[in-house]
């Protein structure tokens, strides 16, 4: 059957192993319905990437959307309770705006979220999760892991004002330290605090020994509680985590750690994932803790070339005055073990290998 | 192999020199001015010589690992890179400019011609102003002149441009100078060569 999965293109390659791994762990499948109502994101649409959604309006004259986003819509519909939790993955169509947002695409996702009451364990069955995901995208993985906790913990209790603290947070992002020293020294910042804050754009590297080095840093309670968090994931590390503390997600809806997935033939994160007990919270499930991620598959086909792509094996001709019997026991002979295609003339589109001319 | 996007013109060659000074030369750059890919296999770079206003794109989209822009460009197109050093080069500021008898009617729309849309947009909502904005591609100074708009937003390096047209600066919106990016994804599987890249140009520019 080796013809068979060859044909596969990556993302559906990817998404049938991705499948039997979370199986696995006793993840269950969820399909979900395919619209939403609009005024369900536009109450969280800080959660999405953008805030443009395709919206359209249902048979009862109801203001509907094609979903942005997958995780609201599990988190609002959840059966999981403290004592029941839920373990779920799905695998989904989102339609979201493209890089340079100037159109819609249909994007296939997949992605795993466990709702309940998170355990160590739990964290690191997630993480490891994660990181069989990459496994299976491709050989060279890195995956970033940042916390919340200690990203937060730390701006708390050295910025006070919280429009700094904006600015400040997306000059993390970008690991830009010219930018973020500047604005420190205009808003009179110490420089030993200013100091402490560009230490969390240059910590990052091989994740235990710069987990050393963060300790260094701890300032209070939660620093002190997400360094214990991030020791606990170190057990999963197989030499491919990162710790990186520019990856900050919104403080409304992730806490915790978060991370992200890289692959080297694609040149953006195709994983990316996180605790977010703020946004059950918000959706008025307080008791509850969830983690999870989303595997992003959108551009695979174009980073990962399949050597089968409109490749024939055989091309077989013939003509009106073919022997149709003849036609049809060398097409039989030859199906099944070869990719084959059987035609008057050749085909445009198709490469092949070799060619059987029967044509008389 | 490292892929850098330079900007094509003053400022690329200012760049390349700083470049080629802390060891990444490729010295094949002048021998012909037509090819847009230079490559040097000794030390693992490829420059790229791309429009100013694309570098960013092309870094983002990982077509090149590494870039450098100008911060304009960077506030413009907001792409999700990382910013990692300046090189203190093509220094600049974005800013409002207008005739030299200009009195601002506060009373109406303001009409704002400029390169940067989305920077003037986002200056104007700060300050609460209706603006409508007319987007050209060049010789931005020629809009109030002829009364296309009533001021321009645009870069000022001297301002010796405004000033031979009868303009004034009135308002600054930003700074702006030459800027190292990376694309995320390849700074992770190349960080150790990005970081000494990095490195190397903040001891030369201290």
């Given at each position: 059957m080796n013809i068979t999965l060859d044909t596969l293109r990556k993302e559906e390659e990817v998404s049938l192993r991705l499948r039997s791994l979370y199986e696995g762990f006793g993840y269950r499948k969820y399909k979900m319905a395919k619209f939403e109502e609009y005024s369900f994101y536009m109450d969280n649409k800080n959660f999405l990437q953008s805030n443009r959604v395709i919206a359209f309006n249902d048979a009862d004259g109801r203001l509907m959307a094609l979903k942005p986003d997958v995780t609201l819509s599990i988190v609002k519909n959840t059966n999981a309770t403290s004592e029941k939790c839920e373990k779920l993955y799905y695998n989904e169509n989102v339609?979201?705006?493209?890089?340079?947002?100037?159109e819609y695409r249909e994007i296939n996702q997949t992605g795993l979220e466990f709702i309940g009451s998170i355990t160590q364990y739990t964290t690191l069955e997630v993480i490891k999760l994660a990181l069989e995901s990459l496994k299976v995208i491709h050989p060279e993985y890195i995956l970033d892991i940042s916390h919340m906790g200690y990203v937060m913990g730390m701006l708390d209790s050295l910025i006070p004002d919280d429009g700094l603290k904006?600015?400040?947070?997306?000059?993390?992002?970008?690991?830009?330290?010219?930018?973020?020293?500047?604005?420190?020294?205009?808003?009179?910042?110490?420089?030993?605090?200013?100091?402490?804050?560009?230490?969390?754009?240059?910590?990052?590297?091989?994740?235990?020994?710069?987990?050393?080095k963060s300790k260094a840093l701890i300032l209070n309670d939660t620093m002190r509680n997400a360094i214990s968090e991030l020791e606990n994931i170190s057990r999963a590390d197989d030499g491919s985590f990162r710790l990186d503390f520019s990856i900050i997600n919104d403080m409304n809806y992730y806490n915790g750690v978060i991370f992200r997935g890289?692959?080297?033939?694609?040149?953006?994160?195709?994983?990316?994932?996180?605790?977010?007990?703020?946004?059950?919270?918000?959706?008025?499930?307080?008791?509850?803790?969830?983690?999870?991620?989303?595997?992003?598959?959108?551009e695979f086909d174009r980073y990962f070339k399949s050597s089968s792509d409109l490749k024939t094996d055989i091309l077989i001709l013939y003509n009106e005055n073919t022997d149709t019997e003849l036609l049809w026991s060398r097409v039989n002979a030859l199906s099944g073990k070869y990719r084959i295609s059987v035609s008057e003339t050749i085909p445009g589109n198709q490469c092949y290998s070799t060619m059987e001319d029967l044509r008389k | 192999m490292i892929n850098i996007a330079l900007p094509k013109g003053r400022l690329g060659d200012k760049v390349y020199e700083l470049f080629s000074s802390i060891g990444y030369d490729c010295k094949s750059i002048y021998e012909d001015n037509r090819k847009l890919v230079f490559e040097n296999k000794d030390n693992g770079v490829r420059y790229l010589l791309i429009k100013p206003s694309d570098v960013a794109i092309y870094v983002e989209y990982g077509a090149a690992d590494i870039g450098v822009?100008?911060?304009?460009?960077?506030?413009?197109?907001?792409?999700?890179?990382?910013?990692?050093?300046?090189?203190?080069?093509?220094?600049?500021?974005?800013?409002?400019?207008?005739?030299?008898?200009?009195?601002?009617?506060?009373?109406?729309?303001?009409?704002?011609?400029t390169k940067y849309p989305n920077v003037a947009k986002a200056y104007y909502r700060s300050k609460n102003r209706e603006i409508e904005i007319i987007k050209l591609n060049g010789s931005i100074e020629l809009a109030p002149i002829l009364g296309l708009s009533d001021v321009i937003v645009d870069i000022v390096e001297t301002g010796t441009t405004l000033v031979e047209n009868n303009l004034k600066v009135i308002e600054k919106v930003a700074y702006s100078s030459a800027r190292f990016i990376a694309n995320k994804s390849s700074f992770k599987f190349n960080e150790q060569k990005i970081n000494l890249m990095v490195g190397k140009i903040n001891d030369k520019n201290i």
């Amino acid at each position: 059957m080796n013809i068979t999965l060859d044909t596969l293109r990556k993302e559906e390659e990817v998404s049938l192993r991705l499948r039997s791994l979370y199986e696995g762990f006793g993840y269950r499948k969820y399909k979900m319905a395919k619209f939403e109502e609009y005024s369900f994101y536009m109450d969280n649409k800080n959660f999405l990437q953008s805030n443009r959604v395709i919206a359209f309006n249902d048979a009862d004259g109801r203001l509907m959307a094609l979903k942005p986003d997958v995780t609201l819509s599990i988190v609002k519909n959840t059966n999981a309770t403290s004592e029941k939790c839920e373990k779920l993955y799905y695998n989904e169509n989102v339609y979201r705006m493209n890089m340079q947002g100037r159109e819609y695409r249909e994007i296939n996702q997949t992605g795993l979220e466990f709702i309940g009451s998170i355990t160590q364990y739990t964290t690191l069955e997630v993480i490891k999760l994660a990181l069989e995901s990459l496994k299976v995208i491709h050989p060279e993985y890195i995956l970033d892991i940042s916390h919340m906790g200690y990203v937060m913990g730390m701006l708390d209790s050295l910025i006070p004002d919280d429009g700094l603290k904006v600015k400040l947070i997306e000059c993390i992002r970008q690991k830009n330290l010219h930018e973020l020293e500047k604005l420190c020294n205009e808003s009179e910042i110490p420089s030993e605090d200013t100091e402490k804050i560009k230490m969390l754009i240059t910590l990052s590297g091989t994740f235990s020994e710069t987990l050393e080095k963060s300790k260094a840093l701890i300032l209070n309670d939660t620093m002190r509680n997400a360094i214990s968090e991030l020791e606990n994931i170190s057990r999963a590390d197989d030499g491919s985590f990162r710790l990186d503390f520019s990856i900050i997600n919104d403080m409304n809806y992730y806490n915790g750690v978060i991370f992200r997935g890289y692959v080297a033939p694609v040149p953006k994160a195709v994983l990316s994932g996180g605790r977010y007990d703020n946004l059950m919270e918000k959706m008025g499930r307080k008791n509850l803790n969830a983690l999870g991620f989303a595997v992003y598959f959108d551009e695979f086909d174009r980073y990962f070339k399949s050597s089968s792509d409109l490749k024939t094996d055989i091309l077989i001709l013939y003509n009106e005055n073919t022997d149709t019997e003849l036609l049809w026991s060398r097409v039989n002979a030859l199906s099944g073990k070869y990719r084959i295609s059987v035609s008057e003339t050749i085909p445009g589109n198709q490469c092949y290998s070799t060619m059987e001319d029967l044509r008389k | 192999m490292i892929n850098i996007a330079l900007p094509k013109g003053r400022l690329g060659d200012k760049v390349y020199e700083l470049f080629s000074s802390i060891g990444y030369d490729c010295k094949s750059i002048y021998e012909d001015n037509r090819k847009l890919v230079f490559e040097n296999k000794d030390n693992g770079v490829r420059y790229l010589l791309i429009k100013p206003s694309d570098v960013a794109i092309y870094v983002e989209y990982g077509a090149a690992d590494i870039g450098v822009v100008g911060k304009d460009v960077l506030l413009e197109t907001n792409p999700d890179v990382y910013e990692l050093c300046d090189l203190n080069l093509g220094k600049c500021h974005l800013c409002v400019a207008a005739p030299n008898d200009y009195v601002e009617n506060t009373g109406t729309v303001l009409r704002v011609a400029t390169k940067y849309p989305n920077v003037a947009k986002a200056y104007y909502r700060s300050k609460n102003r209706e603006i409508e904005i007319i987007k050209l591609n060049g010789s931005i100074e020629l809009a109030p002149i002829l009364g296309l708009s009533d001021v321009i937003v645009d870069i000022v390096e001297t301002g010796t441009t405004l000033v031979e047209n009868n303009l004034k600066v009135i308002e600054k919106v930003a700074y702006s100078s030459a800027r190292f990016i990376a694309n995320k994804s390849s700074f992770k599987f190349n960080e150790q060569k990005i970081n000494l890249m990095v490195g190397k140009i903040n001891d030369k520019n201290i």
